[in-house]
């Protein structure tokens, strides 16, 4: 079974309004990230945000704010006023094991494009 | 404040050349350091990851090698390049106990 599921190949939004993009994930370990990556066409993967399994409170990041809920397996990305520049490959990742684990080793999705147009 | 550096960032060979690509971390000490793929249109893959100098594990048997001479150092490798080696190859590091692995900018290889 895969780990990390993004169901939307690919996204669009207008500019200044708000996006989500979907994932969904499936591991036993109690223990986990996830993170959010952004991938530019140059191809760069830029670090946007990251959800411990037993943090209370969903996380935040200027304007991505991750929707996290456990019972569902899920770890939404919600863009808040979209730029023209967002327009990227997102990809959600997870990582078993706590922050010590010694591998540390992400598992992707295949990701959403999104598209912010004017 | 730490960096990572990957090159070549693009990189043309013949089916059956050698290969070595190299990154480096600065700013800090003892990465977990790793080496991923992503083929077009696909996410990720895992190929190698090492926790220390001379350590090295392999996650997908092929014809790639990685090594670890230097502490913040990674180099990959293949002695004959494959048609099915082309792609986009990311370097990537963490904290030992950090958790957030950070990516280099990625070098393009298209074997030919």
């Known amino acids: 079974a895969q780990k990390i599921t993004q169901t939307q190949p690919g996204m669009f939004v207008q500019e200044k309004e708000a996006v989500t993009l979907d994932c969904t994930y499936d591991?036993?370990?109690?223990?986990?990230?996830l993170f959010w990556y952004k991938q530019p066409s140059s191809g760069e993967m830029i670090f946007l945000i990251y959800?411990?399994?037993?943090?209370?409170q969903n996380a935040t990041e200027g304007r991505y704010s991750l929707n996290f809920q456990k019972a569902r397996k899920s770890a939404n990305l919600v863009i808040s006023a979209s730029q023209l520049g967002d327009s990227a490959m997102y990809f959600c990742?997870?990582?078993?094991?706590?922050?010590?684990?010694?591998?540390?080793?992400?598992?992707f999705g295949r990701g959403t494009q999104l598209t912010v147009w004017p | 404040s730490q960096t990572i550096h990957q090159w070549p960032a693009t990189l043309v060979q013949p089916v059956g050349s050698p290969l070595s690509l190299e990154c480096t971390v600065e700013?800090?000490?003892?990465?977990?350091l790793y080496w991923y793929r992503q083929a077009a249109g696909r996410g990720l893959q895992l190929l190698f990851y090492?926790?220390?100098?001379?350590?090295i594990s392999s996650e997908v048997p092929q014809n790639l090698s990685a090594s670890r001479p230097q502490d913040r150092q990674f180099i990959l490798s293949s002695k004959k390049l494959l048609l099915s080696d082309s792609g986009f190859y990311l370097c990537?590091?963490?904290?030992?106990?950090?958790?957030?692995?950070?990516f280099g900018e990625g070098s393009w290889l298209t074997v030919v």
């Open positions: 990742a997870m990582r078993e094991g706590g922050r010590g684990s010694t591998l540390g080793r992400l598992y």
């Open positions: 090492s926790v220390g100098i001379g350590q």
């Open positions: 959800q411990g399994s037993y943090d209370q």
């Open positions: 700013g800090t000490s003892n990465p977990n």
């Open positions: 990537a590091w963490r904290q030992q106990a950090g958790n957030t692995i950070y």
């Open positions: 591991t036993s370990d109690p223990s986990y990230g």
